[in-house]
């Protein structure tokens, strides 16, 4: 079953990086065509869009992927497709609702000064049909993600990111000659038609899934009421969108405080928006990209933490959440290394932004605590206690604020102070989670396990940091940074198995190669 979860994070982590590739891509050409002026009115439509769907449909696929598991686990078949036409149903009527409400309601955010963009009226209209779409696909992807099968959200995820840049690109491209409102009109065309397209995938893999007959399982215990089922998905869906809430909450208050304490410090205000663009525009989308693997290994690890626990299986949620948590090492101590030691390459090559090394380096360190606070917030989640995230993230960003008003202000620390701060916010909040997983599963951390990383990740710096510079007069930027990045990830892995913190069984666990290490 360890190896189930392992194959599930190998496929969400492959389709996420894929559909990173194609947004990235298609936001290049699609600047090209709209030009900054087409692209923000394109982008003043969206955040209604995304506050729709967070009202119609967020929280909701998690605790969906819950409820199934822990019937399945139960071999109740009737009962998973119970909670599957109950929340298909409460997520059609939310969507609906949503999708007219964004579509009717354009002209009055634009009348009442919401939106202060009137040309983005054809992008809000646009935009309507996908709330709906989005909403009947979250549905579908939590329901099979019960089953413990990652593919068909992969799969899906792709298809609806190619059709969304298809219609994009196609329609801002044909209807740019009836004006910038038109064109990024068209373009917000692309979200409804990506998410029908995954509906379709969806759809396809639905009436693909084992069914009770096929099995040969039966099920004679209590089934639970309609009512009961929507209490359930209520109760657990609530907290995990308050979690999703937390971090625009958390950047709106960053925006809040730490331009303000820059100037407190001295600093002049093109400087103050200087490095809060290094900050936020920078180094934590380098850092969100570093953890891929923990997002994707966070989504599939609670279905398998729900089956475990519907089970009462505590050794299967220990191994469960030890297996988890060796790959949370593995994939984010040798990332925080390697972006700390290669910072300056990295945003001058990605964004160059030489300048933007300082508040990359501190933030590095978050590689590490934010995959650790993803994995043990799906532990958690699984373990039917989705309020204890939440309400660790609320205390972290207590912190934070604290820290954010303190450092900042600090003339020789400046966008350091805000750079550390978000690494102590993420880092505390994944140590409260370290300590609920101790008190529901008898698992804190495998120290044994961790210095080795830490180990092998040091040494990896040091020789990587030793090889770049001196390679720095021979070879070009781009040719070293790949080379010293490849090289740095091969000692690391050479170290850890002089260390034996990597075996034969370890190779053998990992979906794809694993056959050969067999």
């Not at 792709?158 to 004006?179: D, H, K, N, S, T």
Request: charged fraction near 10%; charge should be positive.
């Amino acid at each position: 079953m360890a190896s189930g979860f392992l194959k599930g994070t190998l496929i969400l982590t492959i389709a996420g990086f894929v559909v990173k590739a194609i947004g990235s891509i298609n936001w290049i050409l699609l600047s090209r065509i709209l030009g900054g002026e087409g692209i923000g009115i394109y982008q003043m439509a969206f955040p209604i869009y995304l506050l729709l769907l967070q009202i119609s449909s967020a929280g909701v696929p998690i605790a969906i992927s819950i409820l199934t598991a822990e019937r399945l686990a139960l071999h109740d078949f009737g009962g998973a497709k119970r909670v599957f036409n109950i929340s298909f149903t409460m997520l059609t009527i939310t969507g609906f609702i949503a999708s007219l409400a964004m579509y009717f309601g354009a002209d009055w955010l634009i009348s009442s000064g919401l939106i202060a963009e009137s040309r983005a009226y054809y992008s809000i209209i646009a935009l309507a049909p996908a709330v709906f779409f989005v909403t009947w696909i979250s549905c579908f992807r939590g329901y099979i993600q019960g089953y413990e099968m990652m593919t068909p959200t992969a799969v899906s995820q792709i298809v609806e990111q190619l059709l969304r840049v298809i219609v994009m690109l196609g329609a801002a491209a044909i209807l740019l000659p009836y004006g910038l409102p038109a064109a990024a009109g068209g373009a917000s065309l692309g979200a409804g038609v990506g998410a029908f397209g995954a509906f379709l995938v969806l759809l396809y893999y639905y009436y693909k899934l084992p069914k009770a007959s096929s099995t040969g399982e039966s099920y004679d215990g209590p089934r639970e009421s309609a009512k009961e089922i929507l209490s359930r998905l209520l109760t657990l869906s609530i907290p995990i969108s308050l979690a999703s809430i937390m971090l625009p909450l958390t950047a709106n208050l960053d925006l809040l405080i730490v331009p303000r304490r820059l100037l407190d410090a001295g600093f002049p205000m093109n400087e103050v928006t200087e490095l809060f663009g290094y900050l936020t525009g920078m180094a934590v989308p380098l850092i969100n990209l570093a953890t891929i693997i923990t997002a994707a290994l966070a989504t599939s690890i609670v279905p398998a933490i729900s089956h475990a626990f519907a089970k009462r299986d505590h050794q299967g949620i220990y191994e469960r959440t030890s297996g988890s948590m060796r790959l949370t090492f593995m994939a984010t101590v040798p990332f925080t290394v390697l972006l700390y030691v290669l910072a300056a390459p990295t945003v001058t090559l990605i964004y160059n932004a030489p300048k933007a090394e300082l508040a990359t380096q501190i933030t590095a360190f978050s590689i590490f605590f934010l995959g650790v606070h993803q994995v043990t917030t799906g532990i958690l989640q699984g373990l039917n206690k989705p309020r204890i995230p939440v309400i660790n993230m609320g205390i972290a960003l207590v912190i934070k604020v604290i820290m954010n008003w303190t450092l900042t202000a600090i003339p020789w620390l400046g966008i350091g102070g805000a750079a550390w701060a978000t690494v102590a916010d993420i880092g505390f909040a994944a140590l409260l989670n370290l300590i609920y997983i101790k008190k529901y599963t008898g698992y804190f951390l495998d120290i044994s396990l961790l210095w080795k990383n830490v180990v092998s990740a040091g040494v990896m710096g040091i020789l990587i940091f030793m090889s770049y510079h001196y390679l720095t007069d021979i070879l070009p930027m781009w040719v070293n940074f790949i080379l010293t990045g490849i090289e740095g990830l091969l000692l690391y892995v050479i170290i850890m198995v002089l260390l034996k913190g990597l075996n034969k069984n370890d190779g053998a666990s990992m979906p794809l190669i694993g056959r050969f290490f067999r």
